[in-house]
Structure formats: C-alpha cells, structure tokens
C-alpha cells in the first residue's frame, strides 16, 4: 500500500486536494514533476525525523544525533574465552 506523499500541489489558480503519485503525474508537466519531488522530499524528512527519534528513544542515538558508545561486555568481546 503506497504511502501518501503530501496533501496535494497548486497548479496556477486551481488546488488539486489529492497528492501527487508517481502513477498520476505527467512528468511532460515540469510544475507536476517539481511539485511530486518536493512531496516526496518533505515525505523523506518526516521519516528520518521519526526514524532519529525513534533510535533515540531506544539508547542508540543521543540528542545531537551522534550514536552512544557503548564497551561490550566482558564475554562478548573478540578475546573472551567464553563459549556457548
């Protein structure tokens, strides 16, 4: 199931109300294929936010975006002498 891509885009004085897809867009039409791209654009950026929170939430990312270092435990590092 595709995802939405935005709201819908302004062609001269009319409003189209649903979004672009890359099914209904004449790309023939340079407004149409600039207006899908910055859809998919701002799309992209709602997900890398919701992705960076989420792995913040989880420990992994701190809140500058850089990943928390973290030493392995003992018997999980390359020199252990732990077995299964």
Request: glycine share 8%.
């Given at each position: 199931?595709?995802?939405s891509?935005?709201?819908?885009?302004?062609?001269g004085?009319?409003?189209k109300?649903?979004?672009?897809?890359?099914?209904t867009?004449?790309?023939?039409d340079?407004e149409q294929?600039e207006?899908?791209?910055?859809q998919?654009?701002r799309?992209?950026g709602?997900?890398?936010?919701r992705?960076v929170?989420?792995l913040?939430?989880?420990?992994?990312?701190?809140s500058q975006?850089r990943?928390v270092k973290?030493?392995?435990?003992?018997?999980?590092?390359?020199?252990?002498e732990c077995g299964?």
């Amino acid at each position: 199931m595709p995802f939405s891509l935005g709201t819908g885009y302004r062609l001269g004085m009319k409003t189209k109300t649903e979004p672009l897809t890359h099914a209904t867009v004449d790309f023939d039409d340079a407004e149409q294929a600039e207006e899908l791209e910055s859809q998919v654009q701002r799309r992209a950026g709602v997900l890398a936010r919701r992705a960076v929170k989420r792995l913040q939430d989880q420990g992994i990312l701190d809140s500058q975006g850089r990943r928390v270092k973290r030493k392995l435990p003992a018997d999980m590092r390359d020199n252990s002498e732990c077995g299964l």
